[in-house]
């Protein structure tokens, strides 16, 4: 079992920054891919970034050039630097584990809110 707690949401104004954080209840070097996505009302939940064990990162091109993934496995824990924050960025993320065995387990933290408004 792998437990999953965001923090770091909030308020923020266009154009300004928040970095989310996910606490990882396990070593994270031993987690293939670490994710992060979003659900805003009425849509559907979509990828955001992840980035994989070796460091290996992607994005949804809504945001490459503005967020950015990265993870501590000394502190399991993996973050998301967001910058440049738009109205349409607002939604609730969500921080996403898979474990990749024999089967493919995966985990959900329970999301936080960021709002970006004026």
């Known amino acids: 079992q792998v437990q999953l707690v965001e923090s770091g949401g909030g308020l923020v104004q266009p154009g300004g920054s928040l970095r989310l954080s996910c606490a990882v209840s396990r070593r994270i070097f031993s987690i293939n891919v670490m994710a992060w996505y979003r659900q805003a009302p009425g849509k559907q939940r979509e990828l955001v970034a992840q980035i994989t064990r070796i460091g290996t990162t992607n994005y949804a091109d809504s945001v490459k050039g503005r967020f950015t993934v990265s993870r501590d496995n000394a502190k399991s824990t993996v973050y998301l630097q967001m910058n440049s924050l738009k109205p349409e960025d607002t939604a609730v993320y969500y921080c996403?584990?898979?474990?990749?065995?024999?089967?493919?387990?995966?985990?959900w933290g329970q999301g936080t809110q960021v709002t970006v408004s004026s």
């Open positions: 996403n584990a898979a474990v990749i065995g024999t089967t493919t387990d995966t985990y």
